[in-house]
């Protein structure tokens, strides 16, 4: 039987393993998906020890980034962006071969594609993780300039204090790609000045649990369209597994 899992921390509300064994069950396809709850990184290889000729791993929060110093091999997409959220493995005489790619750019484009409009040239990304890294590739396939915002200035990035009305009237996309809001936690949300947000923004969260998060919520009450996480999901579970079958 072929293995499939996930790696990231904590896992208790993931996705991935309740939509790949909906598929396998589906689709009558032997193969089983786990979940590899690892807080460090270096656990890594342990999993592979005890799980030989495991085929794939989806990659996710925390491990994004650090995944890359066990990797063999990087798609040009993943390098580029910096951030690797599936890994393809490929075994020779009992060695295995790690190949890192990115579906989040493939999942997020196509979701968030038909909600843009003529004015949504300009967006801000909330959070500076692996997420955020791929959020802000995407949103340049799309032909939509970008700033991350974070809590520390750094570089060319906004902090929170710092988005007031000329900001929020020109950057017109906000992409939240903070855990914040997420199950259990629904009552947090980033602090922007959410009373500032019109009928002319987009609101977009990587959270899809709950379905309406607090930062969506509060965009809404505004007048502001509002998506969540869910479909993006979708759409890079099934390019991941159309990689980890080429």
Not at 28 to 54: G, K, Q, S, W
Request: with cysteine; glycine share 6%.
């Amino acid at each position: 039987m072929k293995t499939f899992g996930l790696i990231g921390f904590p896992l208790a509300q993931s996705f991935s393993q309740k939509y790949f064994t909906k598929k396998f069950k589906d689709e009558n396809i032997d193969a089983r998906y786990l979940n590899f709850e690892m807080e460090d990184i270096t656990e890594l290889p342990e999993v592979l020890n005890h799980h030989a000729y495991i085929a794939g791993l989806s990659i996710t929060i925390p491990h994004k980034e650090n995944v890359f110093k066990y990797l063999d091999d990087i798609d040009e997409a993943a390098k580029e962006i910096g951030a690797c959220n599936i890994v393809k493995i490929t075994w020779s005489n009992k060695n295995p071969k790690l190949t890192g790619f990115n579906t989040d750019v493939i999942g997020f484009t196509e979701s968030i594609k038909p909600l843009i409009k003529e004015h949504h040239t300009r967006a801000i990304v909330l959070g500076t993780g692996g997420a955020a890294k791929a959020i802000v590739q995407g949103l340049k396939i799309l032909g939509i300039e970008s700033k991350y915002v974070s809590r520390k200035k750094n570089n060319d990035n906004l902090t929170y204090s710092e988005l007031n009305k000329a900001i929020l009237d020109e950057y017109t996309v906000i992409i939240n790609c903070t855990p914040l809001g997420m199950y259990p936690n629904i009552t947090e949300c980033p602090d922007i000045p959410y009373a500032l947000l019109s009928e002319k923004h987009l609101l977009y969260d990587l959270t899809y649990n709950p379905e309406l998060t607090q930062f969506l919520k509060n965009g809404k009450e505004q007048g502001a369209a509002i998506k969540n996480g869910l479909e993006m999901l979708h759409l890079q579970a099934e390019a991941a597994w159309k990689i980890w079958n080429e």
